[in-house]
């Protein structure tokens, strides 16, 4: 089908200055693509009516790009003062697909459930005799413990424990929890195999030596630097449960939880998210908790991961709910939304480069969502902006149906808008720390080495 100038010029204009009107209208109409010459009909600002009395919509304008396309996404969207007062509503009691945004919800329950200093704990065993006068062990090295965050820099940093208790060698094999991951792979074996070659500095893969002398540089550790930590295992790598003849001989605790988090939900990674979640219940825990905790009424919240992958629902409503309550649980413990979550801009992940170089850098503190295949597509964006009026606003806006892509435009547009209408964006006032002292932040304590519940000890024992 064939465009005039003058009505391609008017499409581009719609289609790059009109979004905003999605974020208000409630009507949802189909406009077949006009004949070329035809005039395009569009409401002098975005809401009003047009000239038959409807609405002209966002859902109206973007069909205008493909005469048989019909409109099949939808648009939820909540936002409100810190006080409570609505500032804009759409479709807000409608249930969707929040993506990632998801990870929200399971960074309460973890907060709720363990604290915001919580440390996750690796124990090394050994499973046999110390000669520390040849710095052996005659038996095997065992390893045990449910750290999400637990990667090549935390191997090294164990065998760097090691070597300081006097082990350098083990005669036997190297044996892993069956709960125990590294490097955010979902194998056991696997993750077995990497701590296996990680310990040992003549078997060490380059990016762990790499992990290795990065986290030192940022934690300042100059004796680290000039240190080649190294355990050799002479046997086979295997993943069983804990002998009961084993004894602890040091514990690995992780970087405390609130930074465990900021990384997660920066990066939105789904691994650590998942394997949180599955200290808490699984999404049936978290889901569990929204309803008895947060009152949402049963059968109306549905979440089949704790990491927003799958098939989840929850409407905007709720999931303001959920932020408001993480909100309130930060600030019980000190802390604000910047410590755990992506500062637009500024932070590395989902909104470095989304908004880096936009007015709004440094003013929206969010999580996004992306699924660019479920529910035919499913993006998020929950979190606060700041505006220079001296408002914060709290948002969630859900889209469904259609491209990733172009509902982050429209996300962004929104935002702007509400920051545009009260002054404009202002940032928010946050100091930011490199991810990687957040990660590298772990601790040892062999005095301390104990049993926990984060172990794996043989069953029935």
Known sequence: MGESKTSRFILTFILLFAPLAGARGQVERVLPMPPTGAPVRVSPLPGAPAQDGTVVTLEDLLPLTAASAPVTYRQGVLVERVGGELVREQAANQPFNPASAVKLATALVALKT????????????????????????????????????FHDEHAVAIARELNQLGIRNVTGDLVVAPRFTMNFSPSSQRSGERFYDTLDAMRRPAAATRAWNDS?????????????????????????????????ISTHYSPALVDILKVLLCYSNNFMAERLGDSMGGAAGVE????????????????????????????????????RALLDELHE????????????????????????????????????????????????????????EGETLLFVIFNQRGSVTRFRSLQDALVAELQHERGGPLPFTYKPQTLAIRLSASEFDSARASVLDEYEPTPNH
């Open 114 to 149: 363990f604290g915001p200093r919580h440390r996750f704990a690796t124990a090394i065993w050994i499973n046999g005799s110390l000669d520390k006068a040849t710095g052996t062990v005659t038996g095997d090295l065992v390893i045990s413990g449910r750290d999400p965050s």
């Open 216 to 248: 030192r540089v940022v934690l300042g550790d100059a004796e680290g630097l000039r240190a080649a930590p190294s355990v050799a295992v002479m046997g086979a790598v295997y993943v069983d449960s804990v002998p009961k003849s084993a004894r602890v």
């Open 288 to 323: 569990h908790f929204l309803v008895r905790e947060l009152n949402m009424p049963a059968g109306e919240v549905r979440l089949s991961s704790t990491s927003g992958l799958g098939v989840n629902r929850l409407t905007p409503r709720q999931m303001l709910k959920v932020y």
């Open 333 to 388: 413990n000190g802390l604000k939304a910047s410590d755990i979550l992506p500062v637009a801009g500024i932070d590395p992940g989902t909104l470095q480069k989304r908004y880096a170089d936009k007015p709004g850098r440094g003013s929206i503190i969010a999580k996004t969502g992306t699924l660019p295949r479920t529910d035919a597509g499913a993006s998020a964006l929950v979190g606060q902006m700041r505006t220079r």
